[in-house]
């Protein structure tokens, strides 16, 4: 597909309205499964909600990758969408443990999938001077799903049922999936194969792009701090007396928004590098005040910051994931960089349920561990920006 001058095009809104209703999808469930887990038996397990999750998507990112640059991009968007629209159907006939993790696992592949196609399609068709703007703009339909996913889902919970909420979000993946239906398909047709199993036999080429080694760090360093939240603040916000668990998601994702309305073409104007800098800083701050946070107002003050923060570094590490891949290799490229925020998010809830236990005094430790990665990233980033300039110097 040939780009245009223009990034406000069908093809662009649909994507939007698709990334919105996925997003929301599997989002408005999050705040209620540790409760829901817990009423099964599995209080223990809380921290697995979202590391089973985030491992089903790490591992079939580099599927995902290469499926995206052979078969095309559009089957595999669908793909994702799908397979929230099976799992969110299946939660209400879940009873045990084991069949709740086990379908947190498979549910997984939802977010290990439409992530990698759609960031692979907006670089098909979005000019490249503007590719900070684009994926900003995509980010407020995706950001304002997952704000308003955990909001509907407790209201849903607490007005009706969790299993009226489960077939809600199941509902928003299939609209999700009709929309797609409706794209056309960018990869070019030169490039296109016929689907077949010998697509799933994967090397290690298949696995990691080197070209995007800034990037990968840089998402998996920051991305831990995120494994933490989701573990966390469903238990720290009844804690601090809020009946709805969703708000703390809900504001930070507004802060997100706000970001990326007024500050969208920032990494395109002043660098990548320099807006990831004040992204990392933010977190720091956030995780930190977090760590101690005993009041609402202490708890809204980090949201607002964490979500300043993914506000600017989501679209930007995108763009310059772009920026450093190889056009006939994006999916890859775009796998490798979610293969990082999969593994952070991963880690950063196990290292989270197993240090926190449902004990109070526990909380501050993962958020001081987020904080501190936080910084290594900064510090990662000031050396890059130094060598650059270095370089430009030379």
């Given amino acids: 597909m040939t780009k245009t001058n223009s990034i406000y095009t069908l093809q662009f809104w649909l994507l939007c309205l698709s990334n919105f209703l996925f997003s929301a999808s599997f989002q408005m469930m999050i705040p209620e499964l540790p409760d829901y887990l817990a009423s099964m038996g599995g209080k223990e397990y809380i921290g697995y909600i979202i590391a089973l999750f985030t491992l089903t998507a790490g591992i079939s990112r580099p599927f995902s990758g290469k499926l995206t640059d052979t078969i095309g991009r559009v089957p595999i968007m669908a793909f994702g969408s799908v397979v929230c629209f099976i799992c969110g159907g299946i939660y209400p006939w879940v009873s045990g443990v084991a069949t709740f993790l086990f379908l947190r696992f498979i549910h997984g592949m939802s977010t290990g999938t439409k992530p990698t196609a759609t960031s692979a399609y ?4 979005i000019p490249e001077d503007r590719r900070g703007e684009a994926q900003g703009m995509l980010g407020i339909f995706t950001a304002t799903g997952m704000s308003m996913g955990p909001t509907i889902g407790g209201y849903l919970t607490e007005l009706f049922s969790i299993n009226t909420m489960f077939y809600t979000s199941s509902s928003f993946a299939l ?5 797609l239906v409706n794209m056309k398909e960018t990869l070019p047709k030169e490039q ?3 689907f077949s199993l010998k697509l799933f036999k994967i090397g290690w080429v298949d696995v990691f792009e080197p070209r995007v080694i800034p990037t990968f760090l840089v998402m998996l360093l920051v991305s831990f701090s995120s494994g933490v939240i989701l573990t966390l603040i469903p238990d720290q916000t009844k804690m601090l007396g809020m009946s709805n668990k969703g708000i703390f998601f809900t504001v930070y994702t507004i802060a997100s928004l706000v970001v ?4 969208a073409k920032s990494s395109d104007k002043y660098g990548r590098i320099p807006v990831l800098i004040i992204s990392s800083v933010l977190l720091a701050v956030a995780m930190l005040i977090l760590g101690y946070a005993n009041n609402f107002t202490a708890l809204m003050l980090a949201s607002i910051l964490f979500g300043f923060s993914w506000g600017f570094n ?11 891949s190889d056009e006939r290799y994006r999916g890859r490229a775009m796998a490798t960089m979610y293969i990082a925020l999969e593994a952070g998010i991963g880690i950063g809830a196990v290292v989270a349920g197993k240090l926190y236990q449902g004990k109070v005094e526990n909380l501050p430790y993962s958020y001081i561990i987020a904080a501190v990665l936080s910084l290594v990233s900064l510090g990662y980033l000031v050396i890059l920006r130094k060598n650059q300039k270095k370089h430009l110097a030379a």
């Avoid at 990326?260 to 500050?263: A, E, L, Q, S, V």
């Fill in 122 to 125: 907006v670089a098909d068709i």
């Fill in 175 to 179: 609209l999700s999936i009709l929309i």
């Fill in 192 to 194: 296109k194969q016929p």
């Fill in 260 to 263: 990326r309305m007024f500050f």
């Fill in 314 to 324: 989501t679209p930007t590490l995108t763009a310059w994931t772009v920026d450093l």
